[in-house]
């Protein structure tokens, strides 16, 4: 589960973001004060903020010197001139969008920054009864070692990266497939997803983890 947290003194429109980030991967939680957002990083862990500039109680950028480098931090601004956006950016935000904005684009743009933040931090990941070290190449299942061909190995990397949202196939082929070969047979995908599956899963004709997003891809499902 990815913990967002929201600053914006807009509390309609911070319920708003919360209402269209939440999901089974994401648990987004709104303050609406410079004073508020700092007591609350102290309490807990944060994987993004999404943080307005133009706060009642402190200056936005103040907030965004203390959190940087924690985690991806994406800036709300109603000012579209270009010196605030490079203000921005230079102080450390990893994205910015501009007041109006569309719930829809902002949501895209939540889940590429999680997206880099997992691939940044991933290395040895322990889920349920899994161990997968990614640095040591070293994978358990209950205790028990498990043997994965290289091409298994990308593809449970890519969905432990992404896990909680959907790889698209495409996608998938062009990171695992990465020799140059200009042709990829495309059931070579589907034949590695049901390998994996049978070293992973209890019942692979009902996967629990590695679950098939009918006419998209795959994801590593959240329980």
Request: aromatic share 8%; with cysteine; net charge negative.
């Amino acid at each position: 589960m990815k913990n967002i947290l929201i600053v914006e003194d807009d509390r309609a429109l911070a319920k708003g973001i919360c209402i269209a980030l939440k999901s089974d991967a994401i648990s987004p939680f709104a303050c609406h004060s410079y004073k508020s957002a700092m007591d609350e990083i102290a309490k807990a862990r944060f994987d993004l903020f999404v943080l307005d500039l133009n706060l009642p109680d402190g200056n936005g950028l103040d907030l965004l010197g203390a959190i940087r480098g924690s985690a991806p931090v994406i800036i709300l601004t109603a000012n579209d001139l270009e010196t605030d956006i490079v203000t921005g950016l230079e102080s450390g935000a990893d994205d910015y969008i501009t007041k109006p904005f569309s719930l829809a684009v902002l949501r895209a743009r939540v889940n590429t920054q999680l997206r880099k933040g997992s691939e940044q931090r991933i290395g040895r990941q322990e889920i349920d009864g899994f161990v997968f070290d990614f640095e040591r190449f070293e994978y358990f299942r209950d205790g028990q070692s498990v043997e994965l061909s290289k091409t298994e190995q990308k593809l449970l990397k890519i969905l432990i990266e992404n896990r909680g949202f959907t790889v698209e196939r495409a996608s998938l082929v062009d990171r695992i497939w990465t020799d140059g070969a200009e042709y990829v047979d495309e059931n070579a995908l589907s034949v590695t997803v049901k390998r994996l599956r049978d070293k992973l899963e209890d019942n692979p004709s009902k996967p629990v983890y590695i679950k098939t997003v009918y006419g998209i891809g795959y994801t590593w499902a959240v329980k």
